[in-house]
């Protein structure tokens, strides 16, 4: 294990842990896929020529759900776009849509109903408008609806089009493009209501509807059914495409910042990005992705390891990422490289998520339940000596295949997670702290911490991977097992007044050493935790160091301080030190780590 990884956190990201499992084909340049949550299990498939379609969990059935052809046509960015079921579908017998004027003019929100005698078979002729947009040019059109977790409609509508959005719509609030508006649609079907909780009520230089402005073309947004969050995918403009997210507890009235950002950086010479809601993430086009389009969290019940990931897309290139907090920063990683051109993604009644492909298939993303498989051996190890065996709160290893996709996937922030790109190691059924999950040259290994409360002489190791475990080994627990940090042999010193990496140690010089295995400390902090700064949590153990057999004044020993697992050595190196290299040896109770090199100058 390097020290890096515990004392920088990061994130290289990649590999394949996905597959799309095909659901519903032939299907007509689809763009959107709902469900009514009304116990069905049926899903609607939003064709952008002006159709829906039902699949009743079986087949898509032979007459359309709703056709409105005759209003609206599909051409670039224009046609049917949107489909919302309200809340409690099942006694309304009503939905919304959005979609362009077959000139693609003007965008239109409206009311439906459905037939009083066929459940899969809307009443066109019933179709109540209730928000009209002229649209300027014939891109940027938005077309999500959604329903918020307080009852409200949200629709998302683009800059109005072109390039650079040369009318400054989205910053102009008294206009409805570049915003997501919020709007009462229940409460009066005669009209829509401004709910009074809208962030500009009152406000005479903006528009009540608006909820969030500063967007080019929020294509599809969707809220966490668990957490009420939102999250945006915002399509770019030449340079980067951006996910933007508001929390559950947000009140309204972000500004997203185009067409003055794009992304994290200005479009616009001169900015002020801090007047700006920034993106949590951006990706840019170098690599042939060039239009996000905003996916779900996964709240399902299949595939544990994509629990809490929004996962999201690209149209033009079909690849798939996950995204996700872990504690106070976010993560990304590539999910799969897929072949289809995605312009959704739906979930169904039981949370489970879907990618709608332009060429006319819903396929279901299904985590890839790879077993893994320790290596034979000794396979768990002390992080710092490699000797088989654990030490309660120290580091250790686990080598094996089947971890993970190619990459170093590490915690982001203290305390230190249990869960890594969907892996989890567990001693005795408990899941660990890990510090980094990684796959390179050739090598699979986890990184983790043992419990402080790991008792007994021997414990089950297992690693987990989409929720698929291995085979458990029986690993020995020991009292203490010290071992040195060091990198191709050489211990890793750093000089104590200046807290720089030494190459060479000087005589009477103040320095100190990381290692593992040291024991049982004072003043412990829980597991996963940064160690404590005041009191320290010295060892219990009687620490004594050597270098080229001569005893070393130590002058702490304990765990390193805001570290996780690791503990620190305090030295003077003895003035009787002669030059060269020398075995550097750490005793824990008399028992000796492996020797590690030190240079003397």
């Excluded at 009420?228 to 340079?239: C, E």
């Amino acid at each position: 294990m390097r020290l890096g990884w515990m004392l920088a956190f990061a994130c290289v990201c990649g590999g394949q842990e996905i597959r799309l499992a095909p659901v519903i084909s032939g299907v007509r340049n689809p763009v959107g896929l709902e469900t009514p949550k009304d116990g069905s299990n049926r899903l609607f498939v939003v064709e952008q020529r002006g159709t829906i379609q039902v699949w009743d969990g079986t087949r898509v059935l032979p007459q359309p759900f709703l056709d409105i052809r005759t209003k609206t046509r599909m051409s670039g960015e224009c046609g049917l776009l949107g489909l919302a079921f309200p809340p409690n579908y099942a006694a309304k017998r009503y939905f919304y849509v959005n979609y362009t004027d077959s000139a693609c003019q003007l965008t239109t929100i409206s009311r439906i109903r459905v037939s009083d005698t066929n459940p899969n078979q809307a009443d066109p002729t019933s179709e109540q408008a209730i928000l009209t947009q002229p649209q300027p040019y014939p891109n940027h059109n938005g077309g999500q609806l959604a329903f918020g977790p307080d009852g409200y409609l949200y629709s998302g509508l683009g800059d109005g089009g072109s390039s650079g959005d040369p009318q400054n719509n989205a910053q102009n609030r008294m206009s409805w493009l570049g915003k997501i508006l919020r709007i009462d649609v229940e409460s009066d079907h005669a009209q829509y209501r401004v709910p009074a909780s809208n962030p500009f009520v009152g406000d005479a230089q903006a528009l009540p509807e608006i909820w969030a402005y500063g967007l080019r073309n929020p294509w599809r947004f969707s809220f966490d059914r668990e957490s009420g969050d939102l999250w945006i995918g915002d399509v770019g403009q030449s340079r980067a495409e951006e996910i933007d997210f508001q929390p559950a507890s947000s009140k309204g009235g972000e500004n997203y910042g185009w067409s003055q950002m794009e992304g994290f950086e200005c479009y616009r010479r001169g900015c002020d990005a801090s007047r700006y809601v920034r993106p949590v993430w951006e990706y840019t086009r170098e690599n042939g992705d060039i239009s996000v389009t905003g996916g779900f969290v996964y709240r399902g019940s299949r595939y544990p390891s994509l629990t809490g990931t929004y996962l999201y897309g690209d149209y033009s290139s079909g690849r798939i990422w996950g995204l996700r907090a872990e504690l106070r920063a976010w993560t990304n990683r590539l999910l799969l490289d897929s072949d289809a051109s995605i312009t959704s993604f739906g979930q169904d009644e039981q949370g489970e998520l879907y990618v709608v492909d332009h060429n006319g298939r819903v396929l279901r993303i299904e985590a890839l339940a790879t077993s893994p498989v320790l290596s034979p051996g000794t396979p768990v190890v002390n992080a710092a000596s490699y000797a088989p065996g654990l030490v309660a709160g120290s580091l250790g290893t686990v080598f094996g295949s089947g971890f993970s996709a190619a990459g170093t996937f590490a915690a982001t922030a203290l305390p230190l997670p249990t869960t890594i790109a969907g892996v989890r190691v567990t001693i005795d059924d408990v899941d660990v702290p890990l510090y980094a999950v990684v796959n390179g040259n050739g090598v699979e290994q986890v990184n983790f911490q043992a419990p402080w409360d790991l008792a007994g002489t021997s414990a089950a190791v297992r690693v987990w991977r989409n929720g698929v475990g291995s085979a458990a080994v029986a690993v020995p627990v020991q009292p203490v097992e010290p071992g040195v940090f060091a990198i191709n042999g050489e211990a890793i010193i750093v000089r104590a007044l200046q807290g720089t990496i030494a190459s060479a140690v000087r005589a009477r010089e103040y320095v100190y050493i990381y290692a593992t295995g040291l024991g049982a400390v004072e003043n412990p902090p829980l597991s996963g935790h940064g160690s404590p700064v005041s009191p320290l949590a010295r060892t219990r153990a009687n620490v004594g160091v050597t270098i080229g057999d001569v005893p070393v004044e130590v002058q702490y020993a304990g765990l390193a301080p805001n570290l996780v697992g690791v503990y620190q050595i305090n030295l003077r190196v003895p003035a009787a030190l002669t030059a060269g290299a020398k075995d550097l040896v750490v005793r824990a109770d008399g028992v000796a780590s492996p020797p590690v090199r030190v240079t003397v100058e």
